[in-house]
């Protein structure tokens, strides 16, 4: 990772800090073991997260350390896995919830969205309901049907919701951090496609990176790369390869989508003045819509170029064999920045 | 004002086979010799394609790939009391029986193993296609087996899921509206005990799952899933009383799953070595096995040419997986309509430049 930005990357900027090499589902492990530490109304429930660690391993160890009172294996329903949060965190605690996959989230969706997302609204404050849901998401692991989808923009069409999405280890953990410690719903969406891709060095203490502030994950002054997730990796792929051919191209790495860091992206969009959005989401209704507009609401003038999406098919995510066909390729990256540049 | 009694029930289980392959006769039903040693072939060819599947899954020639060992007698003894024009409607852990009913084997492993074209059964199959978001499956079976009432069809729709499935809320709603409705639908519950690492008794407090179908008005009852004699009578009339207008029924079979939850999963960072060893004991296999030894049905040459023909088929069924053309980049939309929307052609040709250029 080139970062070049130290906005929430004390890592960078505070070197002498001892440092551990951790996977982005360790730091996310990491993440619940410190704030369970610190906070005793912090808990842990989902499938299988007890005795088996979770199926990412994302809850390893918990459960020996803070007892089955506080990490809490349900039984096999969602839909009680986010209503009895909302239980929970109206009434003090501040539950981390786990979707085993994102896929699995449907029957679930009533309570998140019927309930979770308007808590403090229609209570007027009253009530509130301070509970994280991490799901890992996405594709590329070659996994059975439905263990593969994106679904954040509905998240983000939904009003209530933080929705925060984590490229790399250091990131996973601060910014689990913050949303746990957050008063209102995050959905916390975990890249399992770089789960276990590479490791990081991570500070072995605790540390915050604030919600609702994008990353420069790379400099550039010819075109500006907008993504969030496993495709910031893409992104950074595609920016190696366009940089032999001098083309310089700028990443952000947006972190959080709601609320969406609009200062960061649109200053770099400004200095290139060109944009390509990369999102794994289906075309229609994705969030790179949403970005688009706002682009063109605030720097339509300093456009050299139609923005340009790089996303998803409008289909079904395909099964294993043809998973490859639908996501996103730094080839496909590289083919929209030529386009924004001969435009 | 008193107190008064207005619900009681009572669940019954019911067991034929011991696991010595000792029978109680006055349980036992009528089932034909031959039949009986059919019902035996069925549940090592099950045997036979999972330890291949599982195999091929090692050599990275097959995808996530749940097991079903140790589930066998359910899925044979349910499939022998269905009728030809009986629907199934499966979740994910039916290969068995999805072949019993005339899935080819071939379309079953190219779904696990990343191919949408192994939910394309032929024509005249009455089976859906494998359902993995936990318990949804329980709701279609609901309405074939409603479909299967209004229009006066002959048939009853079988549909099955596990004991984890019984939490989801979708459970609850088809038994209850199947109930509500007189659905022409059986309801088994494959309970294996183990959800991923969730044992039985932390997925409910209730002493069965059987008794759950009393409160949705629909009659409950739990076998010994292991005992293929128990789930064939069990079934036979669950399917029996269905088909004749009188309303869904519900059936637990209590099994073990032998294997992990899937090639994904290790299931001794969970579950007790012991545990696994006492219900090792009790393959349903086994036991069918010592019956029919007993009775002078079986012998060892038949033992031998049976293994031999299960893995020649199995071996077929692996070439015929093998000898699938690739599927055509276009595939991904070309069925996701009946007729594609402008937007989805152009999506399409952009991929197939792509890949042209």
């Given at each position: 990772m080139s970062g070049q930005n130290a906005e929430g990357r004390s890592l960078h900027a505070v070197p002498e800090v001892a440092t551990e090499k951790l996977t982005i589902a360790q730091a996310v492990r990491d993440a619940m073991l410190e704030e369970m530490d610190a906070n005793?109304?912090?808990?842990?429930?989902?499938?299988?997260?007890?005795?088996?660690?979770?199926?990412?391993?994302?809850?390893e160890g918990l459960i020996e350390r803070f007892g089955s009172e506080r990490v809490i294996d349900t039984p096999l329903a969602e839909s009680a896995i986010i209503g009895m949060s909302v239980g929970l965190a109206a009434t003090g605690f501040r539950p981390v919830a786990e979707i085993q996959f994102m896929g699995f989230v449907y029957p679930a969706i009533n309570q998140l969205f019927g309930h979770a997302a308007r808590m403090r609204n229609r209570t007027r404050g009253r009530l509130s309901c301070p509970m994280v849901v991490r799901m890992p998401y996405g594709g590329g692991i070659h996994p059975p049907e439905h263990h593969s989808e994106s679904y954040e923009a509905l998240f983000l069409n939904t009003p209530g919701f933080k929705v925060v999405v984590p490229s790399n280890p250091y990131d996973a953990?601060?910014?689990?951090?913050?949303?746990?410690?957050?008063?209102?719903?995050?959905?916390?969406?975990?890249?399992?496609?770089?789960?276990?891709?590479?490791?990081?060095?991570?500070?072995?203490?605790?540390?915050?990176?604030?919600?609702?502030?994008?990353?420069?994950?790379?400099?550039?002054?010819d075109v500006t790369l907008i993504a969030w997730g496993a495709m910031v990796r893409v992104c950074l792929d595609a920016s190696e390869v366009l940089a032999r051919d001098d083309i310089s191209a700028e990443v952000v790495d947006l972190r959080t989508l709601n609320p969406l860091d609009r200062e960061t992206m649109i200053e770099s969009v400004v200095k290139t003045g060109r944009a390509v959005v990369v999102h794994e989401a289906v075309r229609t209704g994705g969030f790179g819509a949403e970005i688009a507009a706002q682009i063109s609401e605030h720097a339509l003038l300093q456009l050299e170029a139609p923005v340009q999406r790089v996303t998803g098919f409008d289909v079904v995510f395909p099964l294993a064999q043809n998973e490859k066909l639908y996501l996103p390729s730094r080839q496909r990256i590289v083919k929209a920045v030529e386009k924004v540049l001969a435009f | 004002m008193p107190r008064s009694k207005v619900y009681e029930a009572v669940t019954e289980r019911l067991e034929i086979l011991d696991i010595e392959g000792r029978v109680d006769a006055a349980l036992m039903p009528e089932i034909?010799?031959?039949?009986?040693?059919?019902?035996?072939?069925?549940?090592?060819?099950?045997?036979t394609f999972d330890t291949k599947a599982?195999?091929?899954?090692?050599?990275?020639?097959?995808?996530?790939?749940?097991?079903?060992?140790?589930?066998?007698?359910?899925?044979?003894?349910?499939a022998?009391?269905?009728?030809?024009?009986?629907?199934?409607?499966?979740?994910?852990?039916?290969?068995?029986?999805?072949?019993?009913?005339?899935?080819?084997?071939?379309?079953?492993?190219?779904?696990?193993?990343?191919d949408e074209r192994g939910s394309s059964y032929p024509e005249d199959i009455r089976c859906f296609p494998?359902?993995?978001?936990?318990?949804?499956?329980?709701?279609?079976g609901a309405g074939v087996g409603l479909s299967l009432k209004l229009r006066d069809e002959d048939a009853v729709a079988v549909t099955f899921g596990g004991d984890g499935s019984t939490s989801e809320g979708d459970f609850h709603e088809a038994v209850n509206c199947a109930g509500v409705f007189g659905a022409k639908t059986v309801f088994v519950i494959q309970n294996n005990q183990w959800a991923i690492s969730v044992p039985l008794h932390r997925q409910t407090a209730a002493e069965t799952l059987a008794q759950k179908a009393h409160a949705y008005g629909v009659p409950g009852v739990q076998v010994d899933g292991n005992d293929v004699f128990a789930v064939y009578a069990a079934a036979s009339e669950a399917i029996e009383r269905t088909r004749r207008g009188e309303g869904p029924s519900l059936i637990e079979a209590v099994t073990y799953r032998l294997g992990?939850?899937?090639?994904?999963?290790?299931?001794?960072?969970?579950?007790?070595?012991?545990?696994?060893k006492e219900w090792e004991g009790r393959d349903p296999i086994l036991r069918l096995r010592r019956y029919l030894v007993e009775q002078g049905l079986w012998d060892d040459d038949q033992e031998t040419v049976l293994l031999e023909e299960a893995t020649s088929w199995v071996d077929g069924q692996v070439k015929a997986l093998e000898e699938?053309?690739?599927?055509?980049?276009?595939?991904?939309?070309?069925?996701?309509?009946?007729a594609m929307p402008p937007h989805v052609v152009e999506q399409m040709q952009s991929l197939l430049e792509e890949i042209q250029s």
């Open positions: 005793e109304r912090v808990i842990v429930l989902g499938e299988d997260v007890g005795i088996d660690g979770g199926v990412f391993r994302a809850t953990k601060g910014l689990l951090v913050s949303a746990i410690r957050d008063d209102d719903p995050v959905l916390f969406m975990e890249p399992k496609r770089i789960y276990r891709a590479f490791r990081e060095a991570v500070p072995a203490e605790s540390y915050t990176v604030p919600l609702g502030k994008a990353d420069i994950a790379r400099e550039g002054t | 034909d010799p031959s039949r009986i040693r059919d019902l035996y072939r069925d549940m090592v060819l099950m045997r599982l195999k091929l899954q090692r050599q990275g020639r097959m995808g996530t790939w749940p097991p079903i060992k140790g589930q066998e007698a359910i899925q044979a003894g349910v022998l009391a269905m009728g030809e024009n009986d629907w199934l409607i499966p979740a994910f852990r039916e290969h068995g029986i999805m072949v019993l009913r005339g899935v080819p084997l071939h379309l079953v492993f190219a779904y696990w193993a990343g494998v359902a993995v978001p936990v318990g949804s499956q329980w709701q279609h992990d939850h899937t090639t994904a999963d290790d299931a001794s960072r969970y579950r007790p070595e012991e545990e696994l699938m053309e690739p599927q055509a980049p276009e595939e991904i939309f070309t069925s996701m309509y009946a």
